[in-house]
């Protein structure tokens, strides 16, 4: 199995871009964010640090930014590469790094446990102050921490996989 920061290190940019969905959301919500640092070659390989959320749906969305950040990046970047390579067989270095690209910020877009923990936090919360909208957070958190199980057995690389390669590849069937 290859180590974690090993792994970081080959898909950098998905680091990357999972703290700066973590930081846009803050900033798009309003959250003051205390520190930051995209990458680095430690455990973890990149951090938020911002201010305590008072709000289910501010929480919500910064928890799950990079989910959606990271998501929508890998399909926008695979899909217009994929064509060439798989239609035409174009063999061209280019398209291949935008895939390892695409491939390396899809498979970081899971929340962290740390992104659930928070979730979780702030959706008790909510609940206790009558916000049932906070209910949402359970299952999501679930699937937050069953995501970060499945990384041990390279499901964030499925992921990649899936929606950078598979979907389009099921589009255009």
Sequence with gaps: MI?????????????IVHEAAHMLFCKLRGVAVLDVCFFRFDNPCGY????????FGTA??????????????????????FIPVRIFGIQNPLSYFLL???????MHAFPSTVDAKGL????????ASGNMLALVAY???????????????????????????????????
């Design 3 to 15: 180590p974690g920061i090993l792994a970081a290190i080959v898909t950098f940019p998905g680091v």
């Design 48 to 55: 938020v640090i911002h201010e305590e959320i008072e709000d």
């Design 60 to 81: 919500f969305f910064v928890s799950v930014g990079p989910f959606i950040i990271n998501s929508l990046l890998c399909i926008l970047i695979c899909s217009p590469v």
């Design 100 to 106: 390892w690209l695409g491939i390396s910020i899809g």
């Design 120 to 127: 979780m936090h702030n959706a008790k919360k909510a609940i």
């Design 139 to 173: 299952p999501v958190v679930l699937l937050i921490y069953a995501a970060n199980i499945s990384s041990v057995f390279w499901g964030d690389y499925l992921y990649g996989l899936a929606i950078g390669l598979g979907l389009p590849s099921l589009l255009l069937s």
